[in-house]
């Protein structure tokens, strides 16, 4: 081996050796981190134990030895906010009557004379018409039987369409709880009701007619089926009931039944 030759050998020996060196440096002075070997702050360290002496005695000192007779305080209620009973409002008798009558119409009536009772092309509105406010009898006539031909409503004629029979289809209560929820809704009144024992007189005088009414047969006059109003739509009712009187005197007694007569005669003197 010439002279020349080895010193190159050396040479490249020499520049692996510093090319090994320079790696092993490197990864010495910029180790790769890895994770969780990280060591844990002697100072974190302490606030955790003192934190945990403090706290364990504080809950040590009031929890009562964690005893249930301890932390149980007895007697007590969830309070009920003012104006929350938890019960749905008490509906009146009258109030039931007319809700009976709404299922009624929604089940029967809605379909032509709408929700809102003003109708829709040829079938005639019930707001305000004259045939729901005035004289029940007619009214009564209407449902039962059902109308056709030429008719006049709140000045506007009607006639294009039929209205159906719907003896057929309600009982008399049924009539009777429907006439008053379209009185009551759409003609506003509600001091009196129409009641199944007036439909039942109806039916018998009218139910027997083979086909529909038309407006000219129906009386313009303001005729009250006959009947009396049912004791619970008296206003006074309730009063008489809160103070019961020790002796019911007949006088009195009799002078209530006649004033109630006199009320209907003046109804039906009135509508006559
Ligand atoms: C199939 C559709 C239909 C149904 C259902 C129906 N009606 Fe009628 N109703 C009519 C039509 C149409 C007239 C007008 C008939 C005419 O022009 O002669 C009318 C007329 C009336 C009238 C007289 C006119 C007025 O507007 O005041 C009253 C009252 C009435 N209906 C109440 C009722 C009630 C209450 C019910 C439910 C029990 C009912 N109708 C169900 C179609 C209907």
């Not at 040479?11 to 050796?17: E, P």
């Not at 007590?76 to 409002?89: C, D, F, I, M």
């Not at 003003?118 to 019930?126: F, K, M, T, Y």
């Not at 009701?193 to 007036?198: Q, Y």
Request: proline fraction near 8%.
């Amino acid at each position: 081996m010439s002279e020349q030759q080895e010193n190159r050998d050396y040479d490249h020996k020499q520049s692996v050796r510093d090319c090994a060196s320079i790696a092993n440096h490197q990864t010495e002075e910029n180790p790769k981190p890895h994770q969780g070997t990280e060591p844990f702050p002697v100072w974190l360290l302490i606030i955790c134990v003192i934190i945990l002496i403090v706290g364990g005695s504080y809950v040590g000192a009031n929890s009562g030895g964690f005893e249930f007779a301890n932390n149980n305080k007895s007697g007590y209620e969830p309070g009920v906010p003012a104006g929350l009973s938890g019960k749905a409002p008490e509906l009146s008798e009258f109030e039931k009557y007319v809700k009976g009558g709404e299922a009624v119409y929604k089940a029967v009536c809605n379909g032509c004379h709408q929700a809102t009772g003003a109708g829709q092309g040829q079938i005639p509105p019930l707001v305000e018409s004259e045939w729901v406010i005035n004289g029940t009898e007619r009214f009564a006539q209407i449902v039962l039987n059902g109308i056709r031909g030429p008719l006049i409503v709140k000045g506007v004629s009607y006639g294009g369409q039929e209205m159906p029979a719907q003896k057929g289809a309600l009982n008399n209560k049924q009539v009777a709880q429907v006439m008053t929820y379209v009185r009551s809704k759409f003609g506003n009144i509600n001091e009196s009701i129409v009641t199944k024992e007036m439909i039942e007189i109806a039916r018998q005088k009218f139910g027997d007619r083979p086909n529909q009414y038309t407006s000219a047969e129906l009386s313009p006059a303001q005729t009250m089926l006959p009947g009396d109003q049912p004791e619970w739509l008296a206003p006074e009712e309730p009063e008489a009931e809160a103070e019961p009187e020790p002796e019911p005197e007949p006088a009195g007694e009799s002078a209530r039944i006649d004033s109630g007569q006199t009320g209907n005669e003046l109804i039906n003197s009135k509508t006559t």
